[in-house]
């Protein structure tokens, strides 16, 4: 339990300490933002900073902190480590930095930005790729709340009966204006969402020791033997470093007042889905009592372990709340998920979104592939767990594009040295571990463990020589 607190410790003095020289290099100033130079009424709309922090934290606090970190769990307590080493020196600096370089865009997708800072090939292959993800990332959080939905409610409200009521719920989330529906409802369900899980870990902490939680341990204690690297830093994404948070965050740098809330918006949300993330991976740890048992529990579904949990720590009522908070995480997501997506193919083909007609001529393709996928995944004994595995992939090797096209930035502005380094690192290490990953996993080219490593560490390796080396051309440009 100590190990637990001392996390949390950890956590809030990074968003304090770190997140401040994140600021410092980054530089936000008094220049007008996209919600007061564009302001369309439709994406760019004011949002004061504690509403947009609460849709920032929903739009990014989807299955993954949760599904993540109980699966991410069985690997034992060193999970711990990563969830917050990961999300403050990698994934809140991720967010802040998506954010905080979009609004200087005009609120551009993380797509553009690749085409102005790494090319226009990387442009088009974002495009492609951040669609795709977001497809895929929408999909999931379908049906995992549909799944969850579906033990609370009598027979006929069945999964497939919630999962049309999901996807009707994200064609009005898509379309709408952001404030008339995402910016009311948001802020209600991100109460919800923190009391919840406070209350999930409080019944574990005060279980009059019912519930041990383990203290940290570097020892990998899964059941299976599947190596912590490069397999947990996948499984275990949107609590320590998401790529899906850098197609999130462009959207909330539309709303934004002030460049000055950027720290508080997007760096201090990372950090909060992190708190989340911790909570149940505790959870997943200590109600299950060994990792064997854990993932033995996770064979018949992650919503099942959800669901067993809350009912076991808090009882039917507060079970039911602590789901239905669950609950909230994904739907909120998968629907900024499509409507993020719409903003991505309306730049591509330059179709302006005031108009409704063009809203709905991008959006109503978008929620039919989802629909499809989604039959694909109820179908399928193990429909689901296929399209997170890939989902898992994407997810980070769009993470470590997205820092590299912070760290262009940084060097394009001056911001040698530290400066740039503050993003330079963490993109070589997620470099490391997508490539190792997808060379290595049976949903990749399954290459010897140790050809992968050496593979990942080498195009890591080589990325840093390359930025090394535009860093010394810059410093010698400019006589520094």
Not at 2 to 25: P, Q, R, T
Not at 200 to 225: D, K, Q
Not at 260 to 280: D, N, P, Q
Request: aromatic share 12%.
């Amino acid at each position: 339990m100590i190990s637990l607190l001392i996390s949390f410790g950890v956590l809030i003095i990074g968003y304090f300490v770190y997140g401040k020289i994140a600021e410092k290099i980054f530089s936000p100033d008094d220049r007008q933002t996209p919600a007061i130079a564009v302001n369309d009424g439709v994406d760019c709309v004011p949002m004061k900073t504690w509403k947009a922090f609460l849709v920032q934290l929903l739009n990014i606090a989807g299955t993954g902190p949760i599904f993540g970190a109980l699966m991410g769990a069985v690997f034992g307590p060193v999970v711990f480590l990563w969830i917050v080493l990961g999300s403050i020196l990698g994934g809140a600096v991720h967010d802040y930095m998506s954010g905080m370089i979009s609004s200087r865009h005009r609120g551009a997708s993380i797509a553009e930005l690749s085409g102005s800072y790494l090319g226009k090939a990387a442009k088009w292959v974002m495009r492609i790729f951040s669609v795709i993800l977001l497809v895929l990332c929408g999909t999931v959080f379908v049906t995992s709340p549909a799944g969850l939905l579906d033990k609370l409610t009598p027979d006929w409200m069945n999964g497939s009966f919630w999962t049309v009521v999901i996807l009707v719920y994200y064609l009005l989330a898509t379309l709408l204006p952001i404030d008339k529906l995402i910016g009311k409802l948001y802020p209600v369900f991100g109460v919800l969402l923190i009391v919840m899980a406070g209350a999930v870990i409080g019944g574990i902490l005060f279980s009059g020791g019912t519930y041990t939680i383990p203290e940290l341990s570097l020892r990998n204690l899964h059941p299976e033997g599947t190596p912590v690297w490069p397999y947990m830093f996948i499984t275990v994404a949107c609590g320590a470093v998401s790529g899906f948070h850098a197609t999130q965050s462009p959207m909330i740098a539309k709303c934004i007042q002030t460049e000055k809330a950027g720290r508080t918006v997007f760096y201090g949300a990372m950090i909060s889905e992190s708190v989340i993330a911790l909570v149940w991976a505790a959870a997943g740890v200590s109600f299950y009592g060994t990792t064997q048992l854990l993932n033995d529990a996770l064979q018949s579904g992650a919503s099942n372990v959800v669901y067993e949990i809350s009912t076991g720590v808090l009882g039917g009522f507060g079970g039911v709340l602590a789901v239905a908070g669950v609950v909230v995480c994904p739907i909120t997501s998968g629907d900024t998920a499509f409507r993020s997506a719409r903003l991505i193919l309306a730049e591509t083909f330059h179709l302006e979104q005031k108009s409704i007609k063009n809203r709905l001529l991008i959006t109503i393709p978008l929620l039919g592939i989802g629909g499809l996928l989604t039959w694909f995944a109820i179908a399928n004994d193990k429909g689901f767990q296929t399209i997170w595995r890939y989902f898992s992939w994407s997810n980070q090797t769009l993470a470590m594009i997205a820092l590299w096209v912070s760290t262009a930035y940084l060097l394009k502005k001056g911001k040698f040295r530290f400066g740039s380094l503050l993003t330079a690192l963490p993109a070589a290490f997620m470099t490391s571990v997508s490539l190792t990953y997808i060379l290595m996993a049976n949903e990749g080219f399954r290459l010897d463990r140790s050809v992968s490593c050496i593979a990942g560490a080498a195009a890591a390796a080589v990325l840093l020589v390359i930025y090394l080396a535009a860093l010394r051309k810059k410093c010698r440009s400019l006589g520094k």
